[in-house]
């Protein structure tokens, strides 16, 4: 039987500023849709992570920081009392196997729907543009709503709703967080100028558009510390919304990266392609180039297999890599990759909703 950690150190310990780690091989967000909707996480929740621990650092799915912030039903949130209770069943899960796992702080901003949102109000937004594409309710599916635009004085309850959640996840026991600040929700959102065409400080030149992904990000690691708080982007990707990309991605992306650095955060994590999809990236876009400007970890995501994780890693583009389907069907994921063993693959209908079937109920491989 091969043991490919003979070809490389994605199967040794590392760390994450000051998340140790048994390996590099990282749990990406995977939205299951098996909530209720009270967002409340159960003990189907902690077995599903718990089984999936062997994972250097399982990233939660994306995990609702408000009631505003919901753009799909059967989703988790962090900001009340039983939520966070939850939470910490699945941590405690975790944890009792030898596992890290960080809690990955979601706002939606356009994409939702008024039937998601409290009191059926709009959605909001960096400014009023409508995205494209039909979300998920207790109804089915219905098409996202028009947002509003946030006033200024409403972005610092904006901030206090990430603070809110970050303090939460704190409490839930998580080693971490991370920041969403990518596949075109909120903060991906003001990043863009396709979504954002304000005119007050965090719109217009790239400098106001990157500010609140910062403006959180301080807020955050004024929390936890930089080295327990990460960051995700996703520079190239229209998902959600079909959403267009910034006119100048590297100038903006590469400004915001620059200024994260001030944080010393435990690593970046970025989409590298289309989410979910291609590799491919526009000609005039260079993610490797992007990755460089950042100081700390970096983990690359998107369609990786092995063998490209393995040739990345020896090029010193990454530092760790993420994969996110192949964990749906392979709970022991780590060791199939270190042994060579074949991969199960999850049929899409298993991905979302229901209970434990297609959850928690792969096998693991057998020696």
């Avoid at 219905?142 to 206090?160: C, H, K, N, Q, Y």
């Avoid at 075109?184 to 959102?189: A, F």
């Avoid at 990043?191 to 609140?212: F, I, K, P």
């Avoid at 270190?338 to 693959?345: N, P, T, Y």
């Amino acid at each position: 039987m091969p043991d490919n950690s003979l070809l490389t150190d994605l199967f040794t310990p590392s760390s994450f500023g000051a998340i140790a780690t048994a390996n590099r091989i990282v749990m990406a967000p995977v939205t299951r849709s098996r909530y209720g909707e009270d967002g409340v996480p159960g003990m189907l929740h902690a077995t599903y992570y718990a089984q999936r621990a062997s994972a250097g650092l399982i990233v939660s799915e994306a995990t609702n920081i408000s009631p505003q912030g919901r753009g799909y039903a059967a989703t988790p949130g962090i900001w009340n009392d039983a939520q966070v209770a939850g939470w910490r069943r699945v941590t405690d899960a975790v944890h009792a196997v030898g596992g890290k796992i960080v809690c990955q702080l979601w706002h939606v901003g356009r994409f939702s729907s008024v039937k998601l949102q409290p009191d059926g109000g709009s959605p909001v937004a960096p400014s009023a543009i409508k995205a494209e594409g039909s979300t998920y309710t207790t109804e089915g599916f219905v098409p996202v709503s028009m947002p509003r635009a946030l006033e200024t004085d409403e972005i610092a309850g904006i901030i206090a709703q990430y603070v809110h959640a970050a303090k939460n996840a704190l409490r839930a026991g998580f080693d971490g967080v991370e920041v969403h600040s990518a596949n075109c929700y909120l903060l991906d959102q003001f990043l863009r100028d396709a979504t954002n065409r304000r005119t007050d400080q965090y719109g217009g030149t790239l400098e106001n558009r990157v500010r609140l992904t910062l403006d959180v990000t301080e807020a955050i690691v004024a929390i936890w510390g930089g080295n327990r708080v990460g960051i995700r982007l996703s520079p190239v990707t229209p998902d959600v919304g079909n959403t267009p990309l910034d006119s100048n991605v590297m100038g903006t992306y590469g400004h915001l990266i620059r200024e994260l650095n001030r944080f010393e955060l435990a690593y970046l994590h970025i989409v590298e392609g289309t989410t979910g999809g291609s590799r491919v990236v526009p000609d005039n876009v260079d993610l490797d180039q992007l990755r460089a400007m950042f100081n700390g970890p970096y983990i690359g995501n998107n369609n990786y297999d092995l063998n490209l994780a393995i040739d990345r890693r020896a090029q010193g583009k990454i530092d760790a890599v993420a994969f996110g389907r192949l964990f749906i069907a392979n709970p022991d994921l780590v060791e199939r990759l270190r042994r060579g063993k074949e991969l199960a693959i999850a049929p899409r209908e298993s991905y979302y909703n229901g209970g434990a079937k297609g959850f928690t109920d792969w096998p693991v491989a057998t020696l």
